[in-house]
């Protein structure tokens, strides 16, 4: 069983930056795929990034490539989302989700993976 925290969510005005962390308790992260989803309200659950167990691969919404970056730092057991030049249509309930690697790749959808965090809020102004 892995247990997954996220923190770092906020309000910030568009075009501002914001950090996301997810952390793992119980078990450690490095054995994991670690994705990013957000939800926004009245809106499905939608894929954002997501990142391979070493590192060594990564993959990206269309719309967020290029603003946002994930990387992970298997010796602190986390994996991070850089969010630069956010607008409006980023705000939501950001949420990380880990799952056991598999051989296809990238997992972009919502059943693909096997451990999710509670999320947090991240919220845009114009």
């Known amino acids: 069983q892995v247990q997954l925290v996220e923190s770092g969510g906020g309000l910030v005005q568009a075009g501002g930056s914001l950090t996301l962390s997810c952390a793992a308790s119980?078990?450690?992260?490095?054995?994991?795929?670690v994705g990013w989803f957000r939800q926004a309200p009245g809106k499905e659950r939608e894929f954002v990034a997501t990142i391979s167990w070493s590192g060594g691969r990564s993959w990206y919404k269309d719309s967020v490539e290029g603003r946002f970056t994930i990387s992970r730092d298997n010796v602190k057991n986390t994996v991070t989302l850089q969010m630069n030049n956010l607008t409006p249509e980023d705000t939501g309930v950001y949420s990380c989700?880990?799952?056991?690697?598999?051989?296809?790749?990238?997992?972009?959808?919502?059943?693909?993976?096997?451990?999710w965090g509670q999320g947090t809020q991240v919220t845009v102004s114009s």
């Open positions: 989700a880990a799952r056991v690697p598999q051989p296809s790749w990238p997992p972009l959808r919502v059943h693909e993976y096997d451990y």
């Open positions: 119980r078990r450690t992260l490095r054995s994991f795929d």
